[in-house]
């Protein structure tokens, strides 16, 4: 990266959050409610898709209850996630960025709905200079959503970073030849994180801190 880093993108589920455990659950559970087949390995693959993406892809036969399974596991999650709460060293991770003078954004496939309860469940409103959830815009790996926080805070797609822990992420980055860095923490391997050509894979929040902070840090003494 040859220019100062003036924003931080962030995925949510399997990047700052610690819900994938809870996700599949809650997809399993409905999946079973239906009757319909799904493996803990599809159920983990789709995280970060928008939910109308997510029920084409696990449940491509019964599209006529698309609408019932994702009330059902919607109603699942919200019930039993309540003590998700963000990996360890993640809120010092965003106060050291945001202490460094740089903006901070999520892009998630979460709806608005979802995404602010988990907001007001962290208490991370205010981090926040953008957010962007897949009900209100494209699912992920389209661009769309990262094109939107570039407008909305004024920054160019070489002055930021998409930090994810799936291929979507980093695919949507890459389209718009957007840097980024992948977390092997999360839902994708790092064979599969690879090939999206990130600056870093990081294996666990330290280092994703310790990185994030040396290129805000390098760019701003250029």
Not at 104 to 126: E, H, Y
Not at 178 to 198: A, C, D, I, W
Request: aromatic share 6%; net charge negative; hydrophobic share 45%.
């Amino acid at each position: 990266m040859n220019t100062a880093v003036e924003l931080i993108i962030f995925d949510w589920d399997g990047t700052l959050f610690d819900s994938v455990g809870q996700i599949v659950a809650s997809l399993q559970f409905a999946a079973q409610q239906f009757q319909q087949p799904l493996t803990d390995e599809a159920a983990k693959s789709i995280i970060g898709l928008g939910l109308p993406e997510v029920a084409q892809r696990l449940f491509p036969m019964v599209p006529e209850l698309h609408g019932e399974i994702l009330q059902c596991y919607s109603e699942h999650y919200v019930a039993n996630s309540k003590t998700d709460v963000w990996f360890d060293g993640v809120a010092a991770m965003l106060d050291d960025l945001q202490n460094a003078g740089v903006k901070l954004a999520v892009a998630t496939g979460k709806s608005r709905k979802g995404l602010d309860r988990v907001l007001q469940q962290t208490q991370s409103m205010n981090l926040f200079a953008a957010t962007r959830a897949a009900s209100e815009t494209r699912s992920k790996p389209h661009p769309l959503m990262l094109e939107e926080i570039l407008a909305e805070t004024g920054v160019r797609p070489e002055q930021a970073i998409m930090v994810g822990d799936t291929s979507y992420d980093l695919e949507m980055a890459q389209a718009i030849a957007m840097p980024r860095v992948g977390v092997s923490y999360g839902v994708h391997t790092v064979e599969v994180l690879q090939l999206f050509q990130p600056l870093k894979i990081a294996g666990d929040v330290s280092s994703l801190h310790q990185f994030l902070l040396q290129q805000v840090q390098m760019k701003q003494a250029i």
